[in-house]
């Protein structure tokens, strides 16, 4: 099967990845982004 597999990597400013998203759909995937990267800035 071919076609698009989106993926979206958080990394912190030391170059660290804190979260990892795999097989996107377009839908709502930024609110889960700014959600989850909201959520590492806390801790």
Known sequence: VMG???STFVIDANGKL??????VRVKDHVAAVLE????????
């Open 4 to 6: 698009i597999e989106r």
């Open 18 to 23: 804190r979260a990892e998203f795999r097989k």
């Open 36 to 43: 989850e990267t909201k959520r590492i800035n806390k801790s």
